[in-house]
């Protein structure tokens, strides 16, 4: 052993005991008579003390010492005479009788401190140099905590661990697999899993009752900032069970896991239909850290109103007329007003415009539609809002659709204007009910929302192939601080309703013989009733560590083009390896 | 909730209550006018019992079940007249009141029990139904929780659980790379990892000082019985250590695994350099559960021999003459004796013949070599050998390597013979002070033996590119009853002995670059001493659980072929993807 303690364990009781320590030089401050090493390691930092008067040599070695060389160093505790409060090892310092250099370090190309001066590509092309920083420390000592909580929780609760493969076989789920070339089987590939879904039905149809894994998933897709080609699921299953037993399940996972690793008690987690969400937020993973809710004046509007945009929207089979309130907006600038205008007005959000609805300090009420409606009436509409002095409503109107997107987004960004997301504030909740499929507009057909294996609804069972747009699942999706989390749902343990599912689909039986006839051969030899949930990982550590980017909470991330920095991978093979695969 | 108890829970203490049990029929019994179901689950089997006369309709619907049919069943809990000692809820059975069929099952293509009569490729076509039999789900459970031990101890000692990528670039490290093509970067690739290897070692330059993971590893061999694509790995490292402070980690580990999952006490672990193993054992992965070391006779023969083999042997540079004594081996067979004897001259071990010596019973020694030895000599051997009345002596002679690699085998092969493989007894070592380089009789050069990251010892660091055959490495395998389980070194952490290693494996300057660029780099930014291990995670599960082969400690294995036959993969992707990925 290379120390007798780290650098964070060092105290007052100590002082004079003669110890080893080892580490990195984070500062090496020569004062002159006296030089300072603030030696780090993963537990903390202790200062080393070497005096050119009593000591020359060794204080003359340890000058020629520089940033981040590696070092080790014996000596006697003793007590410091100006202590640093902010460091738990600031009491004492080591007075230095003995010092090895165990390797020497080129200078660093950015800083290695809080803050840093490297640019992301730089960093991850040095990451074993970003990842000796504090703040991406704490995040994977975070990961590391949160692994060893989960685990612990799934199997107090007599879920199994089981480890399903990766080498498998490829199958539409949503996104692209990523493939590997068999060397044995000319022409053949395995594909990467992009979830173990039907493994772990597999093992409740194996009667293991309950299963779980934290594992490794791969899609080939553009990437984006908050997504990489692997990830990190929690992966889990029960048998016997319904949709009510595994969001409680989960809801105890998920506040023990807040309490065991960032000791916060969760607010009661609410549930919220899929319907309800999308009316009330826009969304299907609303942020409750704050308010800013749609309300809808289609009931408070005359159908016989000249203000056209309305009297058009009335008019529609699915039309609504709907704002937001924000609280203290009638300060609100034009500027301000007109760009959120603009924001809902962008194509991929399609409404023709906003009005606004002032109710202004001086008790005056003011709206860009003051001619086409009586103060009266925007009282009435303030007063539907819950709106007090000093707010200002922003109104808009088309097909609920359309409504829904703008104002959703309308009123994240309002939020992140106003500073309502608060990284220190969870407000998880679940989002129930999912529809069972989802309208293609390019295609002109019916696509699963959840995955195949959904179950739908028994009361919606008979509308499988009349009536598809009014089949809601078993589906349910956890949702914190506007990610989603997690997402899971009943599944279908009738092997004739998988069939009629993937009729439903428009899979011909040879298809869906072809593509999933082991999951229908299984379901046939006695499936029990059963249904899971897969939980993103990264996301979650994400939302704990109070960062934006899963890169920030993985220690070894791709960019945005999927590469590898540090590695520089992907790269070409040789030729025989080439051939030898059939490539 | 399907159910209000599993199928193992109910005992006598629960008569009386009414309870619902959901699971599947392992056997219907029909005697009449008595229906007995046992109805089983993950947590065990519960009776059921049905009457024909209290409860006609019930039990003509419960006679319709057939095997595997999934059901629930609600009734009262009733002690039994006759009691079931074998099984913890045999003294109840369940007065049914209610059933309900959750789903029928087809008849199975072989019997869900203890001994199956399914072959192994039909048992894994149908892995679903082979996971429901005993011995199999036995094993993952005793998996899943050797799992849960392992990273407890793990983390109780402060290794971080950090998660290394595995879209990685592909780096020689003995065997063949499984390679995904990259859709956004034409004509390249990743590859899987073999290990994560340089990425702990990126860790511990990083500056996270105890690192772990039980993680997948890939490896494109072609298969053994042992051998599977996709196997699982307890992968650790460490800073600041030393070797002797990683094996006595280990050692608390392994005694802690077995103590926590088996409750077994394991017997001191020895220690034992290759060159010993070698010599005493013919194998670096000696099996200790039995004695049959093997002995030297050099110093007892005369160098003026009559008999040619032993004479022209102490002519050679480097031969030996030495044998194994079996203890009772004096009433073996003459034919066993020339099958021992084929089984040593076939061609890729390669002695010439043995001789045998026996201590009969009746206190003659007889020996195949009577005629050139006189009984005297005979009798000094068999002392040599510590042998006792009724042994026999095996011996051989040739060069050094051919009599380590037969009598190692022959040990092996008496062992298997005389039942001596006891699979409750475990015999765990560590051999330590491997060669840092093996020599390649093909291609007539030095290879790297562990792998090239290796520290070779300090006092072999000069005859690194003078004495290659003569340095050894800080390497260490863990051993147990035979089997490698777990192999590590002191890893190189100066990059200019890095360096110089590559040089000695006959690596250009470019070629190292080229193939570690990113660890030479580095390694001059300040890496700390460190070292570590890998653990083969499915290897010790078949120890513990008593198996001989890695398939019956996996949910899904795949075949020889590296096929799984349940998903029938690998299998063909479409040209549309094909295309895409430009192949």
């Given at each position: 052993m290379f120390r007798t303690h780290n650098c964070g364990q060092l105290r007052i009781s100590n002082v004079g005991e003669t110890v080893t320590l080892a580490g990195w030089i984070q500062y090496n401050r020569n004062l002159g008579g006296l030089t300072f090493i603030d030696l780090r390691d993963r537990f903390g930092i202790t200062q080393l003390a070497l005096n050119m008067e009593t000591n020359p040599e060794l204080t003359a070695q340890a000058n020629q010492f520089g940033r981040e060389y590696v070092i080790q160093a014996t000596g006697v505790v003793t007590e410091r005479s100006s202590k640093n409060k902010n460091n738990p090892t600031g009491d004492i310092e080591i007075n230095v009788t003995e010092l090895v250099l165990l390797n020497k370090s080129e200078i660093p190309p950015f800083t290695i401190e809080e803050n840093t001066d490297g640019g992301e590509e730089l960093r991850m092309k040095y990451r074993y140099l970003d990842l000796r920083r504090k703040p991406?420390?704490?995040?994977?000592?975070?990961?590391?905590?949160?692994?060893?909580?989960?685990?612990?929780?799934?199997?107090?609760?007599?879920?199994?661990?089981?480890?399903?493969?990766?080498?498998?076989?490829?199958?539409?789920?949503?996104?692209?697999?990523?493939?590997?070339?068999?060397?044995?089987?000319?022409?053949?590939?395995?594909?990467?899993?992009?979830?173990?879904?039907?493994?772990?039905?597999?093992?409740?149809?194996?009667?293991?009752?309950?299963?779980?894994?934290?594992?490794?998933?791969?899609?080939d897709e553009d990437l984006r900032a908050d997504r990489q080609p692997e990830f990190t699921q929690l992966d889990l299953e029960m048998s016997f069970i319904e949709q009510e037993d595994i969001l409680v399940y989960i809801e105890g996972l998920v506040q023990y896991l807040f309490k065991e690793v960032k000791d916060v008690n969760l607010p009661p987690i609410i549930r919220m239909s899929y319907n309800d969400a999308m009316a009330n937020y826009g969304s299907d993973k609303p942020d409750l850290r704050f308010d800013l809710k749609i309300n809808y004046l289609n009931n408070l509007i005359d159908s016989a109103t000249e203000f056209a945009p309305f009297k058009e929207t009335l008019e529609l089979p699915n039309g609504k007329i709907a704002?937001?309130?924000?609280?203290?907006?009638?300060?609100?600038?034009?500027?301000?007003?007109?760009?959120?205008?603009?924001?809902?007005?962008?194509?991929?959000?399609?409404?023709?415009?906003?009005?606004?609805?002032?109710?202004?300090?001086?008790?005056?009420?003011?709206?860009?539609?003051?001619?086409?409606?009586?103060?009266?009436?925007?009282?009435?509409?303030?007063?539907?809002?819950?709106?007090?002095?000093?707010?200002?409503?922003?109104?808009?109107?088309?097909?609920?659709?359309?409504?829904?997107?703008?104002?959703?987004?309308?009123?994240?960004?309002?939020?992140?204007?106003?500073?309502?997301?608060?990284?220190?504030?969870?407000?998880?909740?679940?989002?129930?009910?999912?529809?069972?499929?989802?309208?293609?507009?390019?295609?002109?057909?019916?696509?699963?929302?959840?995955?195949?294996?959904?179950?739908?609804?028994?009361?919606?069972?008979?509308?499988?192939?009349?009536?598809?747009?009014?089949?809601?699942?078993?589906?349910?999706?956890?949702?914190?601080?506007?990610?989603?989390?997690?997402?899971?749902?009943?599944?279908?343990?009738?092997?004739?309703?998988?069939?009629?599912?993937?009729?439903?689909?428009?899979?011909?039986?040879?298809?869906?013989?072809?593509?999933?006839?082991?999951?229908?051969?299984?379901?046939?030899?006695?499936?029990?009733?059963?249904?899971?949930?897969?939980?993103?990982?990264?996301?979650?550590?994400?939302?704990?560590?109070?960062?934006?980017?899963?890169?920030?909470?993985?220690?070894?991330?791709?960019?945005?083009?999927?590469?590898?920095?540090?590695?520089?991978?992907?790269?070409?093979?040789?030729?025989?390896?080439?051939?030898?695969?059939?490539?």
């Open positions: 991406l420390q704490n995040n994977l000592i975070l990961r590391h905590q949160l692994l060893q909580a989960t685990r612990r929780y799934m199997s107090d609760n007599e879920f199994l661990e089981i480890e399903t493969p990766f080498l498998i076989k490829s199958t539409p789920e949503g996104a692209r697999d990523y493939v590997v070339p068999s060397r044995l089987h000319e022409n053949q590939f395995y594909a990467l899993p992009q979830s173990p879904q039907l493994f772990k039905q597999i093992l409740m149809v194996g009667g293991y009752d309950r299963y779980f894994q934290i594992v490794k998933c791969f899609r704002g937001i309130n924000i609280p203290n907006g009638a300060a609100m600038s034009r500027k301000q007003i007109d760009a959120y205008t603009d924001f809902v007005k962008e194509p991929h959000r399609g409404l023709k415009g906003l009005i606004w609805v002032k109710w202004n300090e001086d008790e005056t009420i003011t709206s860009s539609a003051a001619k086409f409606f009586e103060e009266g009436i925007l009282k009435s509409w303030l007063n539907h809002f819950g709106a007090s002095k000093g707010d200002m409503l922003l109104i808009g109107s088309g097909p609920k659709s359309k409504i829904e997107k703008s104002l959703g987004d309308l009123r994240l960004k309002i939020a992140d204007d106003l500073n309502l997301k608060d990284k220190n504030k969870f407000a998880p909740l679940w989002v129930t009910d999912f529809p069972m499929f989802e309208w293609d507009e390019d295609k002109q057909i019916f696509n699963f929302m959840h995955h195949p294996f959904t179950s739908p609804r028994k009361e919606d069972m008979d509308k499988l192939l009349s009536d598809k747009g009014n089949v809601y699942a078993y589906a349910y999706d956890f949702v914190i601080n506007g990610s989603e989390v997690g997402g899971g749902s009943i599944r279908i343990h009738n092997a004739d309703i998988q069939a009629k599912v993937f009729e439903a689909l428009g899979m011909t039986d040879e298809e869906a013989k072809d593509k999933f006839g082991f999951l229908l051969e299984a379901l046939s030899f006695g499936a029990p009733p059963h249904g899971g949930l897969a939980f993103g990982f990264d996301r979650l550590c994400t939302i704990m560590c109070g960062v934006d980017s899963i890169r920030d909470v993985m220690a070894f991330p791709k960019n945005n083009a999927a590469r590898d920095l540090m590695l520089d991978a992907p790269g070409t093979i040789d030729a025989a390896q080439r051939k030898e695969l059939g490539l």
